[in-house]
């Protein structure tokens, strides 16, 4: 709560002097990856993390997501410090938090569209996975392809069962990776259309690591990253 009395919310992720470094080979030095990064994001935010290949961009994402841990630093998600959790808490915090989109879709080949958007609601201990599942996918239009597996599907129909796996639990915070990578430019455009409106309706966190400086303006700021360092960019003045 400020002086004025009023309450203002907690972000949903806070960044404190975070860093990575790993040994060189041969064990002489250390090599430092990430570099005192530190930033939050509130509520309903949108934010691109732009930069070069080798930036680090990736990096900060795994530690964002707790999939790593930093050299030094803190990540608090809700307010919950990831890094003072056992990898089993961890994993909680993401299933109760936290959606992902991957450049590489990350669905599981033997389990069909529907089961693959049902994963993450069962393992929640939701009792209606199924009802849940078949209404995501048919908001990303994929209603009649609930029981194919991902090899029978498209590159953009599988970003959009992906979409669907994110969304489906009502995650507060989506982490998306290059979530055009894969796609070409027409298919690329429509997801990332699809992403931005669900995203909107959802009124979910969006942190999303990309090169694209055309997709990244869609966000409402943008972070740059510089050999991992971390330089704060001018607000875009087109919304998400």
Same mark, same amino acid.
């Given at each position: 709560?400020?002086?004025?009395?009023?309450?203002?919310?907690?972000?949903?992720?806070?960044?404190?002097?975070?860093?990575?470094?790993?040994?060189?080979?041969?064990?002489?030095?250390?090599?430092?990856?990430?570099?005192?990064?530190?930033? #939050?994001? !509130?509520?309903?935010?949108? /934010? %691109?993390?732009?930069? =070069?290949?080798?930036?680090?961009?990736?990096? *900060? $994402?795994?530690?964002?997501?707790?999939?790593?841990?930093?050299?030094?630093?803190?990540?608090?998600?809700?307010?919950?410090?990831?890094?003072?959790?056992?990898?089993?808490?961890?994993?909680?915090?993401?299933?109760?938090?936290?959606?992902?989109?991957?450049?590489?879709?990350?669905?599981?080949?033997?389990?069909?569209?529907?089961?693959?958007?049902?994963?993450?609601?069962?393992?929640?201990?939701?009792?209606?996975?199924?009802?849940?599942?078949?209404?995501?996918?048919?908001?990303?239009?994929?209603?009649?392809?609930?029981?194919?597996?991902?090899?029978?599907? #498209?590159? !953009?129909?599988?970003?959009? /069962? %992906?979409?669907?796996? =994110?969304?489906?639990?009502?995650?507060?915070? *989506? $982490?998306?990776?290059?979530?055009?990578?894969?796609?070409?430019?027409?298919?690329?455009?429509?997801?990332?259309?699809?992403?931005?409106?669900?995203?909107?309706?959802?009124?979910?966190?969006?942190?999303?690591?990309?090169?694209?400086?055309?997709?990244?303006?869609?966000?409402?700021?943008?972070?740059?990253?510089?050999?991992?360092?971390?330089?704060?960019?001018?607000?875009?003045?087109?919304?998400?």
């Amino acid at each position: 709560m400020d002086r004025s009395g009023i309450e203002i919310p907690l972000p949903v992720i806070e960044v404190e002097a975070l860093s990575k470094s790993v040994p060189l080979a041969g064990g002489e030095g250390r090599l430092d990856i990430l570099s005192d990064i530190a930033f #939050s994001v !509130g509520p309903g935010e949108s /934010v %691109a993390i732009v930069g =070069a290949s080798g930036s680090g961009k990736s990096t *900060l $994402l795994g530690l964002l997501a707790g999939l790593d841990v930093p050299s030094t630093g803190a990540v608090r998600i809700l307010g919950k410090d990831l890094f003072a959790l056992d990898e089993d808490a961890r994993a909680a915090l993401r299933g109760e938090a936290v959606g992902f989109v991957f450049q590489s879709f990350q669905l599981l080949p033997a389990l069909t569209a529907l089961e693959n958007v049902m994963l993450p609601l069962e393992l929640a201990g939701q009792n209606d996975a199924r009802e849940v599942a078949q209404q995501w996918l048919e908001r990303v239009g994929l209603g009649g392809r609930t029981g194919h597996y991902p090899k029978h599907l #498209s590159g !953009g129909e599988q970003q959009r /069962v %992906a979409l669907a796996r =994110a969304f489906a639990p009502n995650p507060r915070l *989506l $982490l998306a990776d290059e979530p055009t990578g894969n796609l070409d430019a027409a298919t690329g455009a429509a997801v990332i259309e699809l992403m931005f409106a669900l995203n909107r309706e959802a009124g979910t966190t969006l942190i999303l690591v990309t090169h694209d400086e055309a997709l990244a303006s869609r966000c409402g700021r943008k972070l740059r990253m510089q050999a991992g360092h971390l330089e704060e960019g001018a607000a875009s003045l087109a919304g998400a």
